[in-house]
Nanobody
């Protein structure tokens, strides 16, 4: 199954932290890149962070210094460590993978709610 599955979302207070996970049943050798996106109601889905098969990372300006994307080299698994969370970052967080044969696949999402 190529479709990724996210986990780790939940309710957290402002300034708190969460660690999201994304896994897919496909060899890492068949992956070009994976990324985390988020979408709040009424807003466009936006890139949060991405990582390539070579380990190169990219972050949205708004999360630089607070979020870290990482990967498990033995499995098709990526993580998003989210620190100092802000209420405006409440959203559904989605994982996307891109295969070496040009297929893009989205997970179902995991909800992150930042609120007191």
């Amino acid at each position: 199954q190529v479709q990724p599955v996210e986990s780790g979302g939940g309710l957290v207070q402002p300034g708190g932290s969460l660690r999201l996970s994304c896994a897919a049943s496909i060899s890492p050798l068949n992956i070009n890149a994976m990324g985390w996106y988020r979408q709040a109601p009424g807003k466009e889905r936006e890139l949060v962070a991405s990582i390539t098969s070579r380990g190169n990372t990219n972050y949205a300006d708004s999360v630089k210094g607070r979020f870290t994307i990482s990967r498990d080299n033995a499995e098709t698994t990526v993580y998003l460590q989210m620190n100092s969370l802000k209420p405006e970052e409440t959203a559904a967080y989605y994982c996307k993978l891109s295969t070496t044969w040009g297929i893009q696949s989205w997970g179902q999402g995991t909800q992150v709610t930042v609120s007191s």
